[in-house]
């Protein structure tokens, strides 16, 4: 991501809310600090950008081997799982 991208994001009122709720709750969590709060805007900051840019990531990049179907016959990792053994035949023996 760039410096423009990054000069953008301050921009928008959502993104700059999120990294002041998110820098509030880590100064909460660490029992509220005192002569910290740079620290954790900038920390709340880098958190925020990541989970910006992952959420666009998962947006844009469909799954190569899955198709999405539910009814695929299909594992997350694009296997048939139509083959093999089904219910409770895996577990019984047949001597």
């Known amino acids: ?19 002041e709720e998110t820098a509030y709750f880590l100064w909460e969590h660490d029992g509220r600090p005192q002569g910290r709060e740079t620290d954790y805007w900038f920390r709340a900051l880098e958190q925020t950008l990541r989970q910006r840019n992952a959420d666009l990531d998962l947006s844009q990049k469909p ?26 035949e895996q577990f019984h023996s047949h001597h």
């Open 1 to 19: 991501m760039g410096d423009q991208d990054n000069r953008q994001s301050m921009s928008d009122p959502a993104f700059q809310q999120a990294v």
């Open 63 to 88: 799954s190569v081997h899955h198709t999405g179907h539910v009814d695929d016959n299909q594992d997350d990792l694009g296997r048939d799982i139509t083959d093999g053994p089904t219910g409770d």
